[in-house]
């Protein structure tokens, strides 16, 4: 057991350290009163700042949760030190050598007495070395590692600026060089700096580029390393330090030291995936980039991110913009993060730039204003979400927008203020090209689902927000959610053949242009010789929107009228020109009684109701073709730059709709 702090120092210590220096290095603070400030508090969760420091008295407390203490205390408990470790890592910023009552200077193998301390020393010791290694023009290994940042658009001061250095390929050279300085075996294997082998301690990054990872107060507490060599025995591209009792991976953001103090006063802060994005990020003027470290984008980040960004619900909220290049991981990483906190997400933007370059890319090719432009372009969250998901339908039919709608719903009826969602309904519709009433109705609709649902008692908890299930884990390629289609009714018709459920979907007999459909194919099958010629080939199968519909009216007009051919016989006909699968449809419309009162007189439906039948299934295609144009004029209105010949060719279109509307039903009518 090493010795115990002299009581002495350890009182110079704590008057010598600034309360309000240190918490500032967490806590963005602002004036509260005479001789106080405010922030938002470490050790809670909170929204309106309840967290203050008296700088005079070299107190903190806390009004929300009740911690409050001096500056020992403040340092032990955020950065989860030991009493003696903590005097230990304030003396060192003050300079100040200290002095152990019993035991005389600290043991160097007892890990639990200044343990963090050393291994931070460590890797600042080693953050020195591998930059000189990376500076040494005499040094062969690493000259690939300076082609690397040359490369991506980085010269010597850029890399001096970041701290980027270089591991010797040797094997060992770390460790003889930290050994020479008074670094234990246990210390450098506990740091993660180096490892055990048969041979000896040998170093764990060789022949990589690395940057140091630093914590908020700008200590080095680990390493990334990029693979430069093709022969590099380690397969992945990047390798961080493990977790250690100073490297927390979640804990973590790559950049933050720089970033911390533009984040604070420009209220945004950028994510980027990679060390090199940072870089060139901070070098084009986007000073408020982060990027984690190995990990994905997590709810420990947002908290970190939270306390600088003042992000308090009295004030107007702060930006935080993701940049995403084609990697669907990050998307989804940052889309998890989303969905896990509401007000998060209302300031969540996303940056995604032409051809999925990453920052460090765009820097190269359009420079400095190209990366500070993404930044500045990005959209908001909510809206990447809504049309990332409705970019996976076909808007240009009316199913496709149903599905659409349906998708989207779940998203917007998600939003916790409500005061947004009119908004958001009003985009959505303008984005899908349908009445903003129609995704109302799907909003409602998706939010009485919600309520049904097993899961809505963890949706309104507080914990989990209800649009986890509409997120997209990727963009565009995932296959429409079965969930936006109905099920057909039970009972309403039976596929007697297993194959027919394989390859034809029943029809839904909730829409009543189905049941029309269904209606005109049993008066056409059961009563052939009722049909007019010409009605025959004015309605063709593509005027049926259900497929196996389809299928049998091809085969009823590919048949034609009966004309002489007994009833069996006209059956027989038209079964041979349906496909297998069509043939139990066939058989079951045959036979399903109509839902009308016949004429007692010739015993078929009157003459009418075939007509009408027919009109309406002509006018269902006119209807969806109406509501197609009118879809992409109202897309062309809200789209950003206007296309006036588009639209009058598509206000033509309408016209010759509406007059083929009212020609079918003059035909109808006679
Ligand atoms: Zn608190």
Known sequence: MAGRINAEDVATVKERSSIEDIVREHVTLRPAGIGTLKGLCPFHDEKTPSFNVR??????????????????????????????????????????????????????????????????????????????????????????????????????ASAAQFGVGFAPRGGDELARHLRAKGFTEDELTLAGLCARGSRGLYDKFRGRLLWPIRDITGSTAGFGARRIFDDDRMPAKYLNTAETPIYKKSQVLYGLDLAKKAIASEREAVIVEGYTDVMAAHLSGVNGAVATCGTAFGVDHIKILRRILRDEADRAPARVVFTFDGDAAGQAAAMKAFKEDQRWASQSYVAVAPGGQDPCELRQSGGDLAVRGLVADAVPMFEFAVRTTIGRFDLDTAEGRVLAIRAAAPIIGGIRDRALRPEYTRLVAGWVGVEVEQVAAEVRRAGRAEGRSPTAAAASSGTAAPLGSAIPSSTGTGPPPSAGFPDPEPGSIEPSAEELAATLPRPDLRDPV???ERQLLQTLLQFPDAADPAWLTAVTPGDFTAPAHQAVYAAVAGAGVPAGRSTAAWHAAVAEGAAAAVHPVLTELAVAPLPVVLDPLTGRPGERY?????????????????????????????????????????????????????????????
């Open 55 to 156: 700088p005079s008295l070299g107190t903190y407390h806390c009004f929300g949760c009740g911690e409050g203490g001096d500056v020992i205390s403040f340092v032990q408990k955020t950065e989860h030190l030991t009493f003696t470790e903590t005097i230990e890592r304030l003396a060192g910023k003050l300079g100040m050598e200290l002095r152990y009552e019993d035991g005389g200077p600290r043991g160097r193998d007892d890990v639990g007495t200044g343990r963090r301390q050393r291994l931070l020393d460590a890797h600042r010791v080693a953050e020195e070395f591998y930059g000189a290694v990376l500076a040494d023009m005499s040094r062969v290994d690493a000259r690939a590692g300076r082609a690397f940042l040359r490369e991506r658009g980085f010269n010597g």
């Open 514 to 516: 189905v049941q029309a």
């Open 610 to 670: 075939l007509v009408s039948l027919f009109t309406r299934v002509r006018e269902g295609t006119l209807t969806r073709q109406i509501a197609d144009a009118m879809s992409q004029l109202r897309r062309l209105e809200t789209a950003a730059e206007p296309d006036p010949e588009r639209s009058r060719a598509l206000g033509l279109r309408l016209q010759q709709l509406h007059l083929e509307v009212a020609a079918l039903r003059d035909r109808g009518d006679r």
